[in-house]
């Protein structure tokens, strides 16, 4: 139950949360636009949850979350590169252009950290909270280069300066129509991912435990692999982040877990669904 839960919540968590974070912070994407994008199309996105806890119905509740797992596995990726081309497809081409290079002792970074312990980690923190694409080099002194060429006093200021010298464009940026549709069509397919392993979840827990002691077997499991993995995906990826340069990096953790909650649903998860009842 709790490789489940933890499944389906970081699966819900990306495909609303992680998106608009992604879109506003890494993209650089207008904060009005990135929330009316997002919000529209989680709400176009709804259907899915309806209709695949219907279709479980017919075909059982293992069935479409596994296949909702198995589609997460191949398209988590793919749709946010589709996501990230769409807000800003300039920011990838500056950074083949100009490939930031940040070079350290340690590079020490914590996610919960107010201000970094040291100046390669206070670099990292920079580069992966705007979204900026980076390589890192373990050297004697912290040093960073933009296309070749060194940043001396690499301060925010500075390195503002370098980057936007370097076609980084470190403003907000509001795509075209097809940029926006194509934003939404993205959103809408990661609704689907959520929507089959979420919309059978609500009867097959009911189903799987006995009335009297229904509730404290439902919420307890759910709850903490909902709080735990759900509640620790934003610190845990921008971990990732931080520590690769990749501003896709992050999606690791959903992808890792999810790699875990299908093994769990295939080897462990018993249909709730009579066959008789499926069969009508």
């Known amino acids: 139950m709790f490789g489940i839960a933890a499944g389906l919540t970081v699966i819900w968590y990306t495909a609303t949360f992680s998106v608009?974070?992604?879109t506003q912070q890494a993209m650089r994407l207008d904060?009005?636009?990135?929330q009316?994008?997002?919000?529209?199309?989680?709400?176009?996105?709804?259907?899915?949850?309806?209709?695949?806890g219907r279709l479980s119905d017919r075909i059982g509740r293992k069935r479409p979350i596994v296949i909702g797992y198995i589609a997460t596995l191949v398209l988590l990726f793919p749709l946010f590169w589709v996501i990230g081309?769409?807000?800003?497809?300039?920011?990838?081409?500056?950074?083949?252009?100009a490939p930031v290079v940040v070079s350290g002792p340690a590079c020490r970074y914590s996610p919960f950290a107010r201000e970094q312990a040291d100046r390669c980690g206070q670099m990292l923190d920079y580069f992966s909270k705007k979204g900026?694409?980076?390589?890192?080099?373990?050297?004697?002194?912290?040093?960073v280069t933009v296309g070749g060429v060194t940043v001396d006093d690499p301060t925010p200021a500075r390195l503002d300066a370098v980057l936007a010298a370097n076609d980084y464009k470190l403003g907000?940026?509001?795509?075209?129509?097809?940029?926006?549709?194509?934003?939404?069509?993205?959103?809408?397919?990661?609704?689907?991912l959520s929507g089959a392993t979420y919309g059978p979840v609500a009867a097959l827990l009911t189903e799987m435990f006995p009335p009297r002691?229904?509730?404290?077997?439902m919420s307890i499991p759910y709850h903490i692999g909902c709080g735990y993995f759900g509640g620790f995906l934003p610190f845990i990826s921008q971990y990732v982040v931080a520590r690769t340069g990749n501003p896709y990096a992050g999606l690791w953790y959903t992808w890792g877990v999810v790699a875990i909650a299908l093994v769990?649903?295939?080897?462990?998860?018993?249909?709730?669904?009579?066959?008789?009842?499926?069969?009508?």
């Open 20 to 22: 608009l974070s992604f």
């Open 31 to 34: 904060s009005t636009v990135a």
């Open 36 to 52: 009316l994008v997002t919000g529209v199309g989680v709400l176009a996105g709804l259907f899915w949850f309806v209709f695949f």
């Open 85 to 97: 081309r769409a807000a800003n497809p300039d920011l990838a081409a500056a950074a083949a252009r």
């Open 132 to 143: 900026i694409a980076y390589t890192t080099v373990r050297a004697p002194a912290t040093v």
């Open 172 to 192: 907000t940026v509001v795509p075209g129509a097809a940029g926006i549709v194509e934003l939404l069509l993205a959103i809408i397919a990661l609704s689907a």
């Open 213 to 217: 002691i229904r509730y404290s077997s």
């Open 264 to 280: 769990v649903t295939v080897l462990g998860l018993r249909e709730t669904v009579p066959i008789a009842r499926r069969a009508r």
